[in-house]
């Protein structure tokens, strides 16, 4: 049985060392070029408002319905083994699979990109898919092989009684304070706002290729922002879970708001935004233009130490959507199995750890892109309209332990935000997102037929 030993500090050390972690390191470059400028940043503070209003959804729905599995647990208790309740378990177990281990991986990926600081040859190609089979496209470099050790590591680390692996969580988070408190820190004393606010003529019109580039700069400060709901997905381990959750989601979207903006602002004061646009590293090239080689090396080390906070959080969290799924009967029984010792999914976390090495050998840029587009309508769409359904309940409306304020603005702004970043998501990858979606209701039309028929056989 699982225990319910995380605490807040414990629930806020996940949650922001999984929205932390390497995303801010690696993305600000792309961010910045896809508004071709610093007013880019304005991503970063519509994502934080975004953030905020969906992090309300979350908080509603995890005190109103705590347990392991995040949203799958949430259409559990809301939708029961109606057909509407089994489809929407089914596609959120579906999507998962398609979008959990990418997001895990970009960590792990990303981990290896400041890891080539130290080893340049990680940059270098590996092999070419075409070299595999023939007629395939992209290449795969050393520093993604790299990654997928990077993901053993962190598997091993999961691997251990919940309450042990909360004590590590925290050391790690420490570390990721310390990180970021230090590149901000060195950022606003040399501080030149003539670069951070280097703006073109027409850097604020919102027509043609700029409202497409704001799109593409939410959807990074979304991927940046994610996590901030990640102890949901261990309710059944939290004290306190109705009011452990809320009070964690909403102190980890302030704290992280306010560390994304003033770190990326202060790194633009330092490094011309041309620059940081080439840069694979931008905060490393931060700290060598002021103090050198030395603190360069060190910065990188520790941003290492940051995404493996990340990248370990978000294995703890995403291990227990397999374990909650197969508990109810809707994935294989052997999943729903507990360490005889130590009370914890091993065999969940074990197969989340080998499915997200596999995704480390794709492009970091690819990477982000399909798992929210895999992402957004059956989880994040899908959780506001519960919420909506949920408050259209006279029986329900009373008996929320957590009432968002100001309802429904909250949930329609996080609503048009999440719609906002789908719409404007390149066609390609728009076209990966709904692909798994039609899919998954045709597998599920599949499954639920084979379960019906089986039910009732005599």
Same mark, same amino acid.
């Given at each position: 049985?699982?225990?319910?030993?995380?605490?807040?500090?414990?629930?806020?050390?996940?949650?922001?060392?999984?929205?932390?972690?390497?995303?801010?390191?690696?993305?600000?470059? !792309?961010? %910045?070029?896809?508004?071709? #400028?610093?007013? $880019?940043? &304005? @991503? /970063? +503070?519509?994502?934080?408002?975004?953030?905020?209003?969906?992090?309300?959804?979350?908080?509603?729905?995890?005190?109103?319905?705590?347990?392991?599995?995040?949203?799958?647990?949430?259409?559990?208790?809301?939708?029961?083994?109606?057909?509407?309740?089994?489809?929407?378990?089914?596609?959120?177990?579906?999507?998962?699979?398609?979008?959990?281990?990418?997001?895990?991986?970009?960590?792990?990926?990303?981990?290896?990109?400041?890891?080539?600081?130290?080893?340049?040859?990680?940059?270098?190609?590996?092999?070419?898919?075409?070299?595999?089979?023939?007629?395939?496209?992209?290449?795969?470099?050393?520093?993604?092989?790299?990654?997928?050790?990077?993901?053993?590591?962190?598997?091993?680390?999961?691997?251990?009684?919940?309450?042990?692996?909360?004590? !590590?969580? %925290?050391?790690?988070?420490? #570390?990721?304070? $310390?990180? &970021? @408190? /230090? +590149?901000?820190?060195?950022?606003?004393?040399?501080?030149?706002?003539?670069?951070?606010?280097?703006?073109?003529?027409?850097?604020?019109?919102?027509?043609?290729?700029?409202?497409?580039?704001?799109?593409?700069?939410?959807?990074?400060?979304?991927?940046?922002?994610?996590?901030?709901?990640?102890?949901?997905?261990?309710?059944?381990?939290?004290?306190?879970?109705?009011?452990?959750?809320?009070?964690?989601?909403?102190?980890?979207?302030?704290?992280?708001?306010?560390?994304?903006?003033?770190?990326?602002?202060?790194?633009?004061?330092?490094?011309?935004?041309?620059?940081?646009?080439?840069?694979?590293?931008?905060?490393?090239?931060?700290?060598?233009?002021?103090?050198?080689?030395?603190?360069?090396?060190?910065?990188?080390?520790?941003?290492?130490?940051?995404?493996?906070?990340?990248?370990?959080?978000?294995?703890?969290?995403?291990?227990? +959507?397999?374990?909650?799924?197969?508990?109810?009967?809707?994935?294989?029984?052997?999943?729903?199995?507990?360490?005889?010792?130590?009370?914890?999914?091993?065999?969940?976390?074990?197969?989340?750890?080998?499915?997200?090495?596999?995704?480390?050998?794709?492009?970091?840029?690819?990477?982000?892109?399909?798992?929210?587009?895999?992402?957004?309508?059956?989880?994040?769409?899908?959780?506001?309209?519960?919420?909506?359904?949920?408050?259209?309940?006279?029986?329900?409306?009373?008996?929320?332990?957590?009432?968002?304020?100001?309802?429904?603005?909250?949930?329609?702004?996080?609503?048009?935000?999440?719609?906002?970043?789908?719409?404007?998501?390149?066609?390609?990858?728009?076209?990966?997102?709904?692909?798994?979606?039609?899919?998954?209701?045709?597998?599920?039309?599949?499954?639920?037929?084979?379960?019906?028929?089986?039910?009732?056989?005599?």
């Amino acid at each position: 049985m699982l225990q319910r030993k995380l605490r807040l500090l414990q629930a806020v050390s996940l949650n922001t060392s999984t929205m932390v972690g390497i995303g801010p390191f690696i993305t600000i470059p !792309l961010l %910045v070029a896809s508004m071709n #400028g610093p007013q $880019a940043m &304005v @991503g /970063w +503070v519509l994502g934080a408002i975004v953030a905020l209003a969906d992090g309300l959804v979350w908080c509603e729905l995890a005190a109103a319905f705590p347990g392991s599995g995040g949203t799958y647990h949430f259409y559990d208790a809301a939708y029961g083994e109606g057909r509407a309740g089994r489809l929407l378990k089914f596609l959120f177990v579906w999507q998962f699979f398609f979008s959990g281990p990418l997001e895990i991986a970009s960590g792990a990926v990303g981990l290896a990109k400041y890891l080539a600081y130290f080893a340049p040859g990680l940059l270098g190609t590996a092999w070419s898919w075409g070299d595999l089979i023939p007629g395939a496209v992209g290449k795969v470099a050393w520093g993604q092989v790299a990654a997928v050790g990077v993901m053993g590591m962190a598997t091993l680390l999961a691997y251990r009684r919940i309450e042990m692996a909360g004590r !590590l969580m %925290v050391v790690l988070w420490v #570390g990721m304070l $310390a990180t &970021v @408190g /230090w +590149v901000i820190a060195t950022g606003l004393s040399h501080f030149n706002p003539s670069l951070a606010f280097d703006l073109a003529p027409d850097a604020w019109s919102l027509t043609g290729a700029n409202a497409l580039g704001l799109g593409a700069a939410l959807a990074i400060a979304m991927y940046d922002y994610l996590g901030y709901y990640q102890v949901c997905y261990l309710g059944d381990e939290v004290a306190e879970p109705s009011r452990t959750i809320p009070r964690s989601i909403l102190i980890s979207v302030v704290l992280v708001s306010l560390i994304y903006l003033t770190m990326n602002v202060s790194i633009l004061g330092v490094v011309p935004w041309r620059e940081v646009v080439k840069s694979d590293h931008a905060a490393t090239d931060m700290m060598l233009r002021i103090h050198g080689a030395t603190a360069a090396g060190l910065v990188s080390a520790m941003i290492v130490w940051t995404a493996m906070a990340s990248v370990f959080a978000s294995l703890l969290a995403y291990s227990r +959507v397999p374990y909650a799924s197969a508990k109810a009967g809707h994935f294989f029984r052997t999943f729903a199995a507990t360490h005889p010792r130590g009370d914890f999914p091993h065999l969940s976390l074990l197969l989340i750890g080998g499915i997200t090495m596999v995704a480390c050998l794709f492009e970091l840029e690819t990477i982000i892109a399909a798992l929210l587009s895999s992402r957004i309508l059956i989880q994040f769409v899908g959780q506001i309209v519960t919420v909506f359904l949920l408050h259209a309940r006279p029986e329900a409306r009373g008996s929320l332990p957590f009432r968002m304020p100001f309802y429904p603005i909250p949930a329609v702004v996080a609503l048009l935000g999440w719609l906002f970043v789908f719409g404007t998501t390149e066609w390609t990858i728009l076209a990966y997102g709904l692909g798994t979606l039609v899919a998954g209701v045709g597998a599920f039309a599949i499954w639920d037929g084979m379960v019906r028929r089986r039910e009732a056989a005599p």
